[in-house]
């Protein structure tokens, strides 16, 4: 064999080696988790006394914080309350609103969701606060769950994250 024929089977076995050792990597960073959506979630309530005896205002705040890779789509977000056998259903309001242009300025239209852009993104490092409340009956304690479902931008992999927390009833004086 003469020189070039041997340097040609050196650069093939070395482009091999390089392929395997790039398959490795990345096998080994999905195993560890690192394609995984990295999304920090967080729920705070303050319960107060309403006008109405033996009713309280429950209002439920929810952070999201996003990791350092890539951007989430938010598809869906809800509060659960659950209160003895009552199980109130509410809605985080996530969803990205349309806008109207006139002379080149554009203005929120919050009447209306978006059609053509729906989901509310989240950039990579970026946090959000999204609330809402209800009225829970002031004797019991109740339990708040929250979920969030979400996609990363160009995957078709969806996350769900979920906390949840206990309110119990003030103290009574």
Request: hydrophobic share 40%; proline share 5%.
């Amino acid at each position: 064999m003469d020189p070039k024929e041997i340097s040609e089977i050196v650069k093939n076995y070395a482009q091999i080696g390089a392929w395997m050792a790039a398959g490795i990597y990345f096998l080994v960073k999905a195993m560890q988790g690192f394609f995984v959506i990295d999304v920090s979630l967080s729920t705070s309530l303050e319960r107060t006394a309403s006008p109405e005896i033996g009713v309280d205002y429950l209002s439920v705040a929810v952070d999201l914080k996003r990791g350092a890779r890539g951007t989430l789509r938010m598809h869906d977000a809800v509060v659960s309350v659950t209160q003895g056998q009552t199980i109130q259903e509410l809605k985080l309001g996530i969803g990205r609103f349309s806008f109207t242009t006139a002379s080149k300025r554009r203005s929120v239209n919050v009447a209306k969701l978006s059609d053509s852009a729906p989901t509310l993104n989240l950039a990579p490092g970026e946090s959000a606060r999204f609330s809402t409340w209800c009225s829970v009956a002031s004797d019991e304690p109740c339990t708040v769950d929250v979920v969030v479902i979400g996609t990363m931008f160009l995957s078709p992999a969806v996350g769900q994250w979920r906390t949840s927390v206990i309110s119990l009833p003030p103290k009574s004086e």
